[in-house]
């Protein structure tokens, strides 16, 4: 799902059902040596994989963000591309790549709540301006699960989901590109269950990664796909970032 065309739509953060496009980085290392006591003499413990492979997706993605500073509208949407191509590579090249159970026309993961930063959130709407029915679908539910909870918004579609594929794959934010399922079945059990389906762990690190490096933007941090992009979309051109920010905040993001 992760590297075909118009497939998948999302991330699921460890320990909850939802999906996120970004994440707090990883505890500092260090040695504790009691509750809340650490020592500074102490000698770091060895880096974990999963610690290796988000600093590798985050000094991947800085290094593409610091090659592209305009401030202006349509240089945003221009950096998340920028880092998407630059990250897509490492997210393709896994061991577990060729194991991937993702597939055009499954769409399990596009039913959870998706976090994106401000420069995503723009490079959707570029992919949408021109698309009438696609702008009416975000707007309409925006409004509809305004009321609804994080948790509460698992199982419901993706407003960009059209006939079991995302409308707008090319353009798919970074929690839409690095979770990729090794079981179909049980992607479809999760979406019922708190149970995670096995996934390509070292692309979702490297994703979460290159995910904090946008967050990083301004305006910071990461909000709901349908909250964002719809306040976008309905905001003067002037006010995209006030908008964004005034938007729904993805939970733990800031």
Same mark, same amino acid.
């Not at 320990?15 to 040596?33: D, F, H, N």
């Not at 577990?96 to 959130?121: F, K, M, N, W």
């Given at each position: 799902?992760? =590297?075909?065309? %118009?497939?998948? *739509?999302?991330?699921?953060?460890?320990? +909850? @059902?939802?999906?996120?496009s970004a994440?707090?980085?990883?505890?500092?290392?260090?040695?504790?040596?009691?509750? !809340?006591?650490?020592?500074?003499?102490?000698?770091?413990?060895?880096? *974990?994989?999963?610690?290796?492979?988000?600093?590798?997706?985050?000094?991947?993605?800085?290094?593409?963000?610091?090659?592209?500073? %305009?401030?202006?509208? !349509?240089? &945003?949407?221009?950096?998340?591309?920028?880092?998407?191509?630059?990250?897509?590579?490492?997210?393709?090249?896994?061991?577990? &790549?060729a194991q991937?159970?993702? @597939?055009? !026309?499954? $769409?399990?993961?596009? &039913?959870?709540?998706?976090?994106?930063?401000?420069?995503?959130?723009? @490079?959707?709407?570029?992919?949408?301006?021109?698309?009438?029915?696609?702008?009416?679908?975000?707007?309409?539910?925006?409004?509809?699960?305004?009321?609804?909870?994080?948790?509460?918004?698992?199982?419901?579609?993706?407003?960009?989901?059209?006939?079991?594929?995302?409308?707008? &794959?090319?353009?798919?934010?970074?929690?839409? %590109?690095?979770? =990729? *399922?090794?079981?179909?079945?049980?992607?479809?059990?999760?979406?019922?269950?708190?149970?995670?389906?096995?996934?390509?762990?070292?692309a979702w690190?490297?994703?979460?990664?290159?995910?904090?490096?946008?967050?990083? +933007? $301004?305006? %910071?941090? $990461?909000?709901?796909?349908?909250?964002?992009?719809?306040?976008?979309?309905?905001?003067?051109?002037?006010?995209?970032?006030?908008?964004?920010?005034? *938007?729904?905040?993805?939970? =733990? +993001?800031?």
């Amino acid at each position: 799902m992760r =590297g075909g065309p %118009r497939e998948r *739509s999302e991330l699921i953060r460890p320990g +909850s @059902r939802g999906p996120e496009s970004a994440v707090k980085p990883p505890q500092a290392l260090c040695t504790e040596i009691g509750p !809340g006591l650490y020592d500074p003499d102490a000698q770091p413990p060895t880096m *974990s994989t999963n610690q290796a492979e988000y600093y590798r997706g985050l000094e991947v993605a800085s290094a593409a963000l610091r090659h592209d500073l %305009r401030p202006s509208r !349509g240089a &945003h949407a221009d950096r998340a591309a920028r880092v998407h191509e630059a990250i897509q590579p490492l997210l393709d090249q896994t061991e577990d &790549h060729a194991q991937l159970a993702c @597939r055009l !026309g499954c $769409s399990h993961c596009c &039913h959870y709540p998706v976090g994106v930063t401000y420069p995503e959130a723009m @490079r959707l709407v570029a992919a949408v301006r021109l698309r009438p029915e696609l702008i009416e679908r975000i707007v309409d539910a925006s409004s509809s699960k305004r009321e609804q909870s994080w948790e509460q918004l698992v199982g419901a579609p993706c407003p960009l989901l059209l006939d079991h594929a995302c409308a707008v &794959h090319e353009s798919r934010p970074m929690p839409c %590109r690095a979770l =990729g *399922s090794l079981d179909a079945e049980a992607c479809a059990v999760a979406l019922l269950t708190d149970r995670m389906p096995p996934r390509d762990e070292v692309a979702w690190w490297r994703g979460l990664g290159a995910a904090q490096a946008l967050a990083n +933007s $301004s305006p %910071r941090g $990461s909000r709901e796909l349908r909250s964002a992009v719809s306040a976008i979309l309905t905001a003067p051109a002037q006010d995209a970032e006030r908008a964004f920010a005034g *938007s729904r905040t993805v939970p =733990g +993001s800031d």
